[in-house]
């Protein structure tokens, strides 16, 4: 019977039915960070457990690691405790650990793929939520919590009940200046933030087809933000080429099996679906939040709605979001003066988007009074940027350059909002509170539109301020 | 590990209005800089329940009139944005035991279940009558019942739903899985021997 990737990775992995009804299900690769894991290794003490398969468990430390300091004890002595935590569990557990002297940490999603470790046909797990970003690359891959973290640090296995299949079908070409997070803000709108819920994404269409997997990892990253817990792209050669030749990844006659295998994985092009969309690429527009979900977004050509034309369901939740964030509804978003730019996070701080940032940024400055951070996502990407003289770009036109780490994505290091700042950033959540201050307010964008913002000092039309 | 089955949860009530309530309102990710779940209770809706200079707001989380109440009433997608499992855990060490909202997002929903707490859906209609009703009177009575799959209150009772396998996992008192994973570990070795990656 012809079967989606979905179902095929979980047949391949799922062990047996539990007495409860749900299935246990295998987890190939689990990946762990310094904020959700050092809990269930508590449990595992408490219970005198050991972690099952110490070799298919790798971590990191990215949410708390400030960015501008590389020194430890950290200042902030909470932060400095869970790393030593982390450190101190990896050790005696026997997990590997991408440590901060070892010049692979970084953002757990962008180190997984980055090392190879990220395979296709394979199931992933991590206590993070954008652990969806891993389905770039044909896995179901998806976020947990911290009991079932301790489920699979010591059993390798968690309880699950199977998700429905959402085709997502982007066919035709895309416009000017519409990247990746385009796309994805773009379905998000479409579906809604809760649209998701009970699914998989598998997106597929010419417009997938074309993108590089580091724009595949921007997609599928912010799948949970419309409430899939993981989306997928089925692998190809350029997942393969991507791969090849990555620490972990199999060499030699091993390598070619692999490749046979994970094509094996890919959906049958006559397996049914739960349920099928089709978005044509020219609809798509360069977007931007004006809200407090990702899902409260517009085309930069597009007024903010007016709360009379919102369906019954989403206006209360609009009122708050336009009081929250300080705007009217029917205005543009275009021209709101911006305080703070940050590009960087696991869904748009890979190589890719800095290297773009940079071309753009390449002989402009920051506008006046705008505060510009650029983090990237990684040691690698920080250490690939830099030979190519990225950071002397970036930093020529005013924006702070970091060492890598989750920064201002979320509160829980230094790099924070102050008071009501509005922020352009390339992260994925424009949650009320999320970067830091309690009433900073965030535009979520892609990198292309980031950099417009900060030459600007305000949101800006990217095709209009670069002339695409 | 034998755990208790929990067939329904009584207590007061108390209505956070909201749809789209993310898991960084229930819990700031400043509080979780932490490597234990001790102590998350006092910081659960921090910043719904304080200003910035951490002066009390209105809001019925803040209410003495609600200050008994154990079962969360809200709107749709409650739980929504990242995974951390401090949401649930704040929520139980501030003395909740069950949510009653129109929806969930499904990892938040999941890890309650895993800790013992029953989030079942009610429709809109039947949430503002809840909501309508404790507001009223926070001292009603509420039953969430797992088994019968409804919620009773001051002589109404609407009906709830919630996924099958999550409830069959608290009726029959395994919604911790962890002894039952153990016990397959035969099964897994035998799995994990056929994905080459594995080896
Ligand atoms: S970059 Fe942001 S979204 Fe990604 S893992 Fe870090 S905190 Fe989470």
Redesign the interface.
């Known amino acids: 019977m012809a079967k989606s990737l979905y179902e095929k990775v979980w047949d391949a992995h799922a062990v047996r039915q539990l007495p409860n009804g749900a299935t246990q299900l295998l987890i190939g690769t689990h990946l762990i960070h310094e904020v959700t894991s050092p809990q269930a290794f508590g449990m595992l003490r408490d219970r005198g457990l050991t972690v099952k398969y110490p070799q298919r468990t790798f971590a990191t430390v990215d949410h708390i690691v400030p960015t501008d300091e590389a020194q430890e004890p950290y200042s902030d002595p909470l932060a400095d405790a869970m790393i030593k935590a982390l450190r101190q569990n990896c050790k005696d557990f026997g997990v590997t650990f991408f440590d901060t002297d070892t010049g692979k940490q970084g953002v757990v999603h962008i180190v997984g793929p980055e090392q190879g470790i990220t395979q296709p046909g394979m199931t992933i797990a991590c206590g993070d939520s954008h652990t969806s970003t891993h389905g770039a690359f044909g896995a179901i891959a998806f976020g947990i919590g911290t009991s079932q973290v301790r489920d699979v640090l010591a059993t390798q296995t968690m309880a699950m009940s199977k998700l429905k299949v959402r085709r997502i079908n982007v066919d035709g070409a895309l416009r000017k200046g519409v990247r990746a997070k385009d796309v994805i803000l773009h379905i998000i709108m479409k579906l809604g933030v809760n649209g998701g819920t009970g699914y998989a994404y598998e997106y597929a269409g010419s417009v997938f087809d074309a993108m590089t997997m580091e724009e595949r990892m921007t997609v599928c990253n912010m799948s949970i933000e419309g409430g899939a817990r993981c989306g997928y792209v089925n692998p190809d050669e350029t997942t393969f080429n991507y791969l090849k030749g990555r620490p972990y990844c199999p060499k030699g006659a091993a390598w070619d099996e692999a490749v046979e295998k994970w094509r094996g994985y890919a959906s049958d092009p006559d397996c049914q679906y739960d349920d099928v969309v089709n978005i044509n690429a020219a609809d798509i527009e360069p977007t931007v939040t004006w809200g407090v979900t990702p899902g409260q977004a517009i085309p930069i050509s597009a007024n903010i709605p007016m709360i009379a034309d919102l369906p019954e369901d989403q206006k209360g939740t609009a009122v708050e979001a336009l009081e929250y964030m300080q705007f009217n509804e029917g205005e543009s978003m275009k021209g709101k003066k911006i305080d703070v730019v940050f590009v960087g996070s696991c869904t748009n701080g890979r190589f890719s988007d800095l290297e773009e940032a940079a071309g753009y940024l390449k002989g402009r400055k920051v506008a006046n009074g705008v505060k510009a951070i650029c983090v990237p996502g990684s040691q690698v990407v920080s250490m690939i940027a830099e030979q190519k003289g990225l950071h002397k770009i970036f930093m020529e036109a005013g924006f702070e350059w970091r060492g890598a780490g989750c920064s201002m994505c979320l509160a829980m290091n230094p790099d924070k909002l102050v008071g009501d700042q509005l922020c352009a950033s390339t992260s994925n959540r424009n949650f009320k509170g999320r970067q830091g201050s309690i009433t900073g307010r965030t535009v979520l964008m892609s990198p292309l539109m980031a950099v417009a913002a900060a030459v600007t000092g305000e949101i800006s039309d990217a095709r209009e301020v670069f002339g695409l | 590990m034998s755990l208790p089955a929990i067939k329904q949860v009584t207590g007061k009530g108390v209505y956070i209005?909201?749809?789209?309530i993310?898991t960084?309102?229930i819990i700031?990710?400043?509080f979780?800089?932490?490597?234990?779940?001790d102590g998350l209770g006092e910081f659960m809706f921090y910043?719904v329940r304080h200003d910035?200079q951490g002066n009390k707001r209105k809001h019925n989380l803040n209410d003495p009139r609600f200050a008994e109440a154990s079962i969360i009433i809200s709107?749709?997608?409650f739980g929504?944005?990242?995974?951390?499992?401090?949401a649930?855990?704040a929520i139980a060490k501030a003395g909740f035991k069950a949510v009653i909202a129109e929806?969930?997002?499904?990892?938040f929903f999941?890890?309650s279940t895993?800790?013992g707490i029953p989030c079942v859906a009610v429709s809109?209609a039947d949430r503002a009558k809840l909501a309508a009703a404790v507001e009223a009177d926070p001292s009603v009575e509420i039953t969430v019942d797992v088994d019968k799959l409804e919620v009773r209150f001051g002589g109404q009772s609407v009906p709830c739903t919630m996924?099958?396998?999550?409830r069959?996992?608290l009726l029959?008192g395994?919604?911790?899985?962890?002894s039952?994973?153990?016990a397959?570990?035969e099964?897994?070795a035998a799995?994990?021997a056929?994905?080459?990656?594995?080896q």
């Open positions: 209005p909201g749809d789209d993310d960084d309102r700031p990710a400043r979780m800089k932490c490597v234990t779940f910043d910035p709107g749709n997608n929504c944005g990242s995974s951390r499992e401090h649930p855990q929806g969930y997002a499904e990892i999941g890890n895993q800790l809109a996924r099958e396998a999550n069959d996992a029959s395994r919604w911790d899985p962890i039952d994973l153990i397959g570990a099964e897994v799995v994990a056929k994905l080459t990656y594995m």
